[in-house]
């Protein structure tokens, strides 16, 4: 059976952690920041950990993670 291929765009946006689990960016932390709170900044620099009704597509997308 040949080697499965990693989606690229899926590997630079998730990451696996030792429990298989995955984490992601947060959002709306990217520009139009003046008017949010710096408590809200700081929350949305955490990242997150991906739902679980998505996380079988990230395992698809991401082979050997």
Do not use: Q, W
């Not at 291929?5 to 696996?16: D, E, I, M, V």
């Not at 997150?48 to 597509?57: G, H, I, K, L, Q």
């Amino acid at each position: 059976m040949p080697k499965l291929k990693t989606r690229k765009a899926a590997a630079k946006r998730f990451k696996a952690t030792g429990t298989g689990k995955f984490m992601r960016r947060r959002a709306f932390h990217n520009h139009l920041l003046d008017h949010k709170s710096p408590k809200l900044k700081r929350h949305l620099k955490t990242k997150a950990v991906v739902d679980e009704r998505d996380a079988e597509n990230v395992r698809l997308m991401l082979p050997y993670a």
